[in-house]
């Protein structure tokens, strides 16, 4: 006799998805309405049905190790869709919220952005470092004196210092969360939960194989910078009923595209320094500085049109939690400040433009330190499930082989 | 000893399906009078569409036939076709109606000749097929149509412009100068079995009925095995009359959905295991696969269930449809669904895809004005005896036909009771 699979159902785990959005999943029966009309779940992997299946019964474990949660990239047809208004997407983005927590490193920083009663301490890290560096560089006293030069108040050694141990020690958590995700998806090898809503005991042939040598990473970047997953979110609707899709791919692709343009622009600024020996600030009509701009304003756009889904003036709005409005507003506060302090240099509003930039400051550090501990946390997890399960073809969007002439289906004979 | 007025023997029966006649016998057989009032041009409504009942697989006319002659024969039964009840008021014992008929423009002197059709110019949706075929705008509504009377269809005809109908009509049955007219009377008791109409599969958005025409219905199926449909009871593509080796049956389109109807319908689980038989039995290669959420068939239908997969090869897979495409070369039919038990998304062709469409009230909110509650779901709630109005068949709620019946007869008892009350009182 085969060994029994016990089942260790999780029920906290079950609560706090509730709690994070997924409150209607209780109403599931299980029907697969959502995996049909999921313009981009495959025939071997199809999603989100056993997803709701295994929160309904407090599977943790298999409901956070496998790439599904991350290959959905929130187009909400699947809600539009639902028979029982259970709303699938919003499970969908409950489940990443709670793996972001899950699989954090180290695990109480996954906590620390999680709830709110932490934020006071989450801030006064980069202000505490960064009044310890003003303090050391003698800026505490006073301003600095004559045109506004913020190099003259924050050095750019001292910045180097700081954000470049910031973003190791982001990239290391990173890692270690994004290979944490990767061994749970490796040890489940989600071949066996293919079977009988998991339940089934043994292990048919895995459905995912992976190994190293196969990694797909430049094709799977290249969809990344293409936004192709989300472009295929768009094809083939089943019906008329609107989604989300609409503002996704453009609002994404601005705001990803914006940032990589900032990023650019932290570069070339550092090779001009450097390399050239430039001194900021820059005049406005240099390329650079254009970019950075442009760059600047397509992220703040974009910053809009995702607050402003978030309206809850809407008909039936997902539920907004505090990370995604922490990130949304972290997000907003550093491109705003980031504007602020630029123009109030211009104006030379000395007594305005020092603290302004210094917010500045605190927020950039708050954006790149935290980045595997918040809703940024995607671009890790996101990249780890694209490249878990592009080998398979699984990440792939296909749609089933037709059967000839409606003969058998695989499930026959373990039907009741 | 006192008389018993009139109206504290009689009973409106409100419908004149399978449930109103089953009422109206019973009644009559127990002596007391029943008025039947149907909207429709003949009695006999959804059952005598249907080619054959589960779990028998019987036709539905032969039991029709016995009970029009009980109606016959029964004393003190009053049918009115087109007609509808506008009003109710009063309480038990003393109900006052208000009734409306609609012109049939053909007489009692009619005797189905069916002289008029040939002349007859205009045509109308076929409404007895389900919109598939036409009819001329005098038709029979059936050939077992009780009354057996033809009728026009005032919508299309082109009365005195034409009025060829009238020349050819040897027994002067055709009356084009008839109008409505509106007429009470009183009853001592009430029964409602106005019954139920399908979920019109338009509303669906994403099961490509009205964008393929392969994509019907299971009371167009019905129609279509029936050897007085459309096609003489030959199972054929409605787009190219092409022979159907594969039919997809589509379960819970449109019920248990909160989009749609929230309700199960109860009765479409039995309905497509019994149409998977009309087509084995004209092509005993064609192959059925029915795609179900669960698949509801309670009590002793569970064998009906368990022959039809086992006897007539039906395949089942637990997940529901949620795309129907179409093969751009081959023109099949491409249904999708996940199949819950091995967690794979399948795809199923197949040259006919029958919509399980569900069981909606027919009675319209507001359209009879009467001391009734409707519940949550627009079904009639029965009250009790005091209220002297009872329901009977899917006025109800979704049912099969047998429950309709035992549910009719219990409705005639009620009503007596209520008109004994009423006399005692």
Redesign the interface.
């Known amino acids: 006799m085969a060994a029994a699979t016990l089942l260790q159902p999780d029920l906290n785990f079950k609560q706090r998805i509730l709690s994070l959005g997924g409150a209607d999943l209780t109403a599931c ?5 959502c ?3 999921c313009p981009i ?4 992997n ?1 999603f989100p ?2 997803e709701m299946v295994w929160v309904q019964w407090g599977l943790k474990d298999l409901a956070l190790s496998n790439p599904s949660i991350w290959l959905c990239h929130r187009c909400g047809t699947c809600s539009a ?1 639902c ?3 259970a709303r699938p997407s919003e499970v969908m983005a409950a489940l990443r919220e709670y793996s972001i927590g899950h699989y954090a490193s180290p695990t109480f920083m996954g906590r620390a952005l999680s709830e709110p009663k932490y934020l006071p301490l989450l801030f006064a890290i980069p202000i505490i470092i960064l009044l310890i560096a003003l303090g050391l560089l003698g800026r505490l006293a006073a301003l600095p004196e004559g045109q506004v030069v913020f190099s003259k108040f924050m050095s750019t050694t001292a910045l180097e210092v700081i954000f470049i141990v910031a973003t190791a020690l982001a990239l290391v958590g990173a890692a270690l969360g994004g290979a944490r995700y990767w061994k749970a998806m490796s040890r489940l090898d989600f071949g066996f ?6 339940l089934r005991t043994g292990r048919p042939q895995s459905k995912i194989q992976n190994p190293k040598s196969k990694i797909q990473l430049i094709p799977t970047l290249l969809d990344i910078l293409q936004h192709r997953k989300f472009r295929q979110c768009q094809a083939e609707p ?4 609107r989604t989300h899709q609409e503002h996704l791919f453009g609002a994404h692709l601005a705001i990803f595209y914006g940032f990589l343009g900032l990023t650019l622009t932290t570069a070339s600024v550092m090779i001009g320094l450097y390399v050239f020996g430039y001194f900021t600030p820059w005049p406005l009509w240099h390329p650079v500085k254009i970019l950075g701009n442009v760059s600047g304003a397509a992220v703040a756009i974009a910053l809009v049109v995702f607050a402003l889904r978030r309206n809850p003036d809407q008909a039936r709005p997902g539920k907004n939690t505090y990370s995604d409005w922490l990130f949304l507003w972290i997000l907003f506060l550093t491109v705003g400040t980031g504007f602020l302090s630029q123009g109030l240099r211009m104006l030379e509003m000395a007594v305005l433009a020092y603290p302004t930039y210094f917010m500045h400051l605190v927020f950039v550090f708050f954006l790149l330190a935290y980045i595997p501990y918040t809703k940024f946390a995607h671009l890790v997890y996101r990249t780890v499930a694209l490249l878990y399960a592009a080998p398979s073809g699984v990440a792939e969007r296909s ?14 004979g ?2 009741p | 000893m006192e008389t018993v007025p009139a109206a504290q023997r009689s009973i409106l029966i409100v419908g004149g399906g399978i449930a109103g006649i089953t009422a109206a016998v019973e009644a009559a057989e127990a002596g007391y009078e029943a008025i039947i009032v149907e909207q429709g041009a003949y009695l006999g409504g959804r059952v005598a569409q249907l080619y054959k009942y589960f779990p028998k697989l019987c036709p539905p006319y032969c039991g029709l036939e016995i009970n029009f002659q009980r109606l016959r024969k029964a004393p003190g039964i009053r049918v009115f076709t087109l007609a509808e009840v506008e009003q109710i008021v009063g309480r038990p014992g003393e109900f006052d109606v208000s009734i409306r008929l609609h012109p049939r423009y053909v007489n009692d002197r009619c005797t189905a000749c069916g002289a008029c059709t040939p002349v007859c110019p205009k045509d109308r949706p076929n409404a007895f097929n389900f919109g598939v075929g036409t009819t001329k705008a005098i038709y029979l509504p059936h050939e077992m149509a009780f009354p057996m009377k033809y009728a026009i269809d005032g919508s299309v005809c082109g009365f005195t412009e034409c009025a060829r109908c009238v020349e050819v009509c040897q027994y002067g049955a055709v009356d084009l100068a008839m109008q409505p007219r509106s007429f009470s009377l009183q009853v001592g008791a009430v029964v409602v079995a106005t019954g139920w109409k399908p979920y019109d599969a338009g509303q669906l958005d994403y099961l490509g009925f009205g964008k393929y025409p392969d994509v019907i219905t299971n009371v167009m199926m019905e129609r279509l095995a029936a050897p007085n449909g459309p096609t003489r009871g030959k199972i054929l593509r409605p787009s190219d009359g092409g022979e159907v080796n594969s039919v997809a049956f589509v379960q819970c389109a449109g019920s248990r959905d909160y989009n749609y109807l929230p309700y199960c319908s109860g009765i479409c689980c039995m309905a497509s295991l019994k149409e998977a038989t009309y087509l084995r039995e004209r092509n005993p290669n064609a192959k059925a696969h029915i795609f179900y959420i669960d698949l509801r068939t309670p009590g002793t239908y569970e064998a009906f269930s368990k022959k039809v997969r086992e006897q007539y090869g039906v395949s089942i897979t637990k997940g529901k449809v949620a795309r129907v495409t179409e093969d751009s070369t081959s023109k099949q039919l491409i249904v999708e669904a996940e199949d819950i038990l091995s967690a794979q998304k399948i795809q199923v062709r197949a040259d006919l895809v029958v919509l399980a469409t569900g069981i909606e009230p027919s009675l319209e909110p507001g359209k009879m004005d009467a001391p009734i509650v409707l519940d949550a779901d627009r079904f009639v709630v029965s009250r009790g005896t005091a209220d002297g109005i009872f329901t009977a068949g899917c006025a109800a709620g979704p049912m099969d036909v047998a429950t309709a019946v035992q549910q009719a007869t219990s409705a005639a008892i009620q009503a007596i009771g209520a008109l004994q009350g009423a006399a005692r009182r």
Request: overall charge positive; aromatic content about 8%.
């Open positions: 029966y299980q029907c697969g309405t995996s049909v009309v779940s495959t025939a071997d199809p049905r056993k869709y028979p029982r208004d939960w293919i079977l009988d809503f998991g089943v019906g008329t009923r749609r089933p082989q037709a059967l000839a002439g409606a003969s058998a289906p695989p499930s026959e373990l039907a």
